[in-house]
């Protein structure tokens, strides 16, 4: 098992969680007061394989609502399980436990979905020298625990938002005239950030590669098109440039290999946190 320490881009998750149990619990959890508040003990399992991610967010779920809450977990962040697979223990007073059941589910439930996925694409390119990173299409106000979870099936992170760095899009390159005023525009903020710019063809990619932008994102090429922006990406560097080839518009598992294959640097995919199938999760007293 592998701990992943949560980067620093992860500063929010108290207030996160915080949010989703109000979100639930509202001004009170009726239903739990049915128990007793006794001493209680419950486990939680996956029903099917699966990636885990999403510790933290359970810990803080439970440390949210009772400091008397224990969790013991059983395997870490980034782990593959097998169906059946017991992933943490909970002891502490009854209430809390099922006022956080649905809260800590979700977070845990979506995240390992993520990381799920991610690692699926990761094994399929396995071999060669693409990268799986991630895009900002993720599901509001998880942000920052959807590219940690990413992280943890294996991918990599693109930029967390518009403030680490500069992508260039067609919206961009239309407003400012043309690609290469975009990149002049960008170059005189002098932002200190990564300057990236989308290419739609070849044309734009040979002027992108020109003005040694630090990232090259070709956008839904075809394999041929991608071959050949390959190889003007590796004449480049040869000659001192310094940019990386990504590749965007259209890498599903069934297709994303052959893209691997060309020799692009990355390979970004947005369904990596917007098309998320939760893991099946049960929580069970014992």
Known sequence: MTTLWLPDYVNDLDTVVARAIDEDQGRQDWTALLTDNAPARAQVISR??????????????????????SVEWAVEDGDDVSPDTVLFTLAGPARALLTGER????????????????????????????????????????????????????????????????????????????IANAIAAARALDADVPLMTEAENLDEAHMALAHDVDVLLVDDFSLADLRTAVELTRQHRAAGGSTLLEYSGGARLDNVREIAETGVDRISIGSLTKHVQAVDLSMRFL
């Open 48 to 69: 099917e394989s699966a990636v885990v991610c999403g510790r933290a967010w359970v810990d803080a779920t439970f440390r949210h609502l009772s400091a008397a809450v």
């Open 103 to 178: 809260t800590a589910l979700n977070f845990l439930q979506t995240l390992s979905g993520t990381a799920t996925r991610t690692r699926a694409f990761v094994n399929a390119v396995r071999g060669t020298e693409a990268h799986i990173v991630d895009t900002r299409k993720t599901l509001p106000g998880l942000r920052t625990a959807q590219k940690y979870a990413v992280r943890c099936g294996g991918g990599h992170n693109h930029r967390i938002g518009l403030f680490d760095g500069i992508l260039i899009k067609e919206n961009h390159i239309r407003a400012a005239n043309g």
